[in-house]
């Protein structure tokens, strides 16, 4: 049975002039596409962790770095009451477990107008231009990135790869479909298209704050 798809892909090599393709190039393409070959990146020195907290800091993103993942919640609150926030947060569902801080009221789902104050997860992080990798899922929604003014992203360091191209390998590896949206985040939300004066949080959060958890 011909699928939409078929018919589709058939139109536009009937507009090229071309028919279905050999076996063997066939086999090639699908060989490549398993097992892509990384492109000619630039050279990368140093301490990978260093070089993203430098590249982050940059972009304006603030970083605490804590020893475990079992630490995460104290952290929170800390960043919480040092910018007398409400304690109210909003976090990922593959966050409920921790042991949160009885002065913190927690929900878990998506992000409503109302939130404040989300903490998420990190797939992966790039060191060469500083940028938070975030999939979405139903355990992570993706209004959890963008909807509140503060975002608070736990970060594992096993996790920052040198290079863009990598995060990509790294989500193939998983296995199963890719996430329906991955979130590359540069800093908190600015814009300058109001009469050319740089404006917070029109697209996203204010405040994107990391906790870099030293192991997992």
């Known amino acids: 049975m011909t699928t939409a798809r078929d018919a589709i892909l058939g139109d536009i ?76 947060l909003v976090v990922a569902a593959s966050l409920r477990a921790l042991s949160w801080p009885p002065g913190l009221q927690i929900r878990v789902g998506p992000a409503g107008r109302d939130d404040l104050v989300s903490v998420t997860p990190c797939f992966a992080a790039v060191a060469e231009t500083g940028s938070l990798a975030l999939a979405s899922g139903p355990e992570s929604p993706t209004t959890l990135n963008f909807v509140p003014d503060d975002h608070i992203v736990i970060l594992e360091a096993a996790r920052i790869v040198r290079h863009q191209e990598e995060l990509w390998q790294h989500l193939r590896r998983q296995g199963g479909l890719l996430p329906r949206t991955v979130n590359l985040i540069s800093g908190p939300s600015r814009t300058a298209d109001i009469e050319q004066v740089v404006q917070l949080g029109v697209h996203g959060p204010r405040r994107v704050h990391v906790l870099l958890v030293a192991e997992a």
């Open 13 to 88: 090599r009937g507009a090229l002039g071309r028919g279905e393709l050999e076996a063997g190039t066939r086999a090639r393409l699908d060989a490549r596409l398993a097992s892509p070959r990384p492109n000619l990146l630039p050279r990368l020195n140093g301490d990978v962790v260093a070089h993203f907290l430098t590249r982050a800091q940059a972009l304006g993103m603030t970083v605490a770095r804590i020893a475990l993942l079992e630490l995460a919640p104290a952290a929170v609150a800390a960043y919480v009451a040092e910018r007398s926030l409400p304690p109210r």
